[in-house]
């Protein structure tokens, strides 16, 4: 790959040892820790089908599969009979309630996920859901149903008829990827796909309590992107996620998918390359590379591109079976953090099987921004064993926290400059097939970590659907 960027050259090839500073964490601040305090049963007979090497109820790219809100939890997914249910539940409860929203899975695709989102400025719970590069059904709730959870009934009166547009709104007939995104001034945000896997863009759209309204894109898919192997002229941006933080930044890390395989050493192997990082300070209206320039206008013409500078900050060749769609959060001082994998070159520098290739040598990296605006990256020394993806939250002391597939969990400490990863909790009873969803809103709001993981079967054969809980330090 001959293109580069001055950041994306200091971490080349390296992975690089953190300096502790001012960033550093008080000795009285407590390490990473995980203490199971329950694990409660959504559904013991839930869809099961495995499509992409996952589970339409558990792919962890799902934003808010699980979400907690004024007390309650949060929780959707399809039953055995294909039915989309939401359930909820009062925190430290054990029990759930559900409602079914009148929608039924149309067909066996694990990307047809179901996504969560509130509008705090109406109190609505907000529903996308079964889209793989075509339509979606959109589904809300009677305004204050958010607010008041106790003293409204939770039945599906209380939520409105399935819908194939945003309240007459129509986006695309090539949407994937619905991520719902609550704005700090109470308005809400839905982050999608236009077109298809490596020709895509992506978009955003935006509801004020009273309508929603299409922003437009803010990628581009076109531009030529050049290998050792060869280029293509296609492609679409795959976000690690898309979050504000505490002070109303909008940040996202990402990697590009391309088009043509020509890329690649092996047309075994898959064509995701580099990891970028752009972010907003006007609700993504513009984006911003890592040195503060615009590099795109959401609805412009100009729109962040392969070809553009400074969004690389950890490069890689589509040689290594890079993972799209992974893992970020951002923490109490609004430094951006995510969580990447891939093959690492020890183990060759072609692989020439996704699957096999990823679940004998991929590794997981930390990689995050200091204090000082120094880009770090440090491996997780957690053999991956599963082609797919890993979590990343911190808690309030801003320990970081890997959730791998089949629910092991790992943690590094900010005191160590997040370099002391170890395993925390191994998985052991979960019997979990892969991904999981993690409930970031409870992270955030109460310091305990809630896990939605689905048992292994076989074939079409349901299985139980659960939400582990653990607490973080307090």
Known sequence: MKRRTLLGAALAGTVVTPVLGAGTARAADPGPSVTQTGNTTLDSQAIFFVSYDGLVNNNSFQKNGLLTYKG????????ADRN???????LGGTTWSTVKVGHTLRYNDSHNVISMGVSKVDGRLHLNMDSHSDGFTYVKSV??????????SWTTSRFGAPQSTLDGLALTSQFTYPQFVSMPDGRL??????????????????????????LGEWTSSTGTYTSEHGSSTARNMYLH???????????????WREQNGAVMCSSGGITNHDTGYVYSDDRGRTWRNN??????????????????????????????SLMNQESQFTDSAGLPHAIISYVP?????????????RTANGRAFHVRKNASGTWQKTEIPVVLGSSQRTKLVLDKYDNAYAIFPFGRIAGASKASGHTDWKLLFDGSGLNAFGEVVVDETRVVQENVLSVMYQEKSSGTTPSALHVVDFRLPA
Request: hydrophobic share 35%; charged share 15%; with cysteine.
């Open 291 to 320: 040195a503060g320039t615009v590099v795109g206008t959401t609805g412009g013409s100009d729109r962040v591109s392969v070809t553009d500078a400074g969004l690389v900050v950890d490069p890689l060749n589509p040689d290594h």
């Open 143 to 152: 305004a204050g149903l958010m607010d008041n959870p106790a003293g409204l």
């Open 72 to 79: 309650y939890q949060y929780a959707v997914w399809y039953t």
């Open 189 to 214: 945000q839905l982050s999608y796909r236009v077109g298809i896997s490596g020709n895509g863009r992506n978009a955003i759209a935006e509801y004020n309590g009273t309508s929603w309204t299409n």
């Open 241 to 255: 996620g898309i979050d504000y933080d505490k002070n109303g930044r909008l940040h996202s890390f990402f990697t």
């Open 84 to 90: 989309a249910v939401v359930g909820r539940r009062v």
């Open 345 to 357: 070159g020890r183990f060759g520098q072609c692989t020439t099987n996704y699957v096999a290739n």
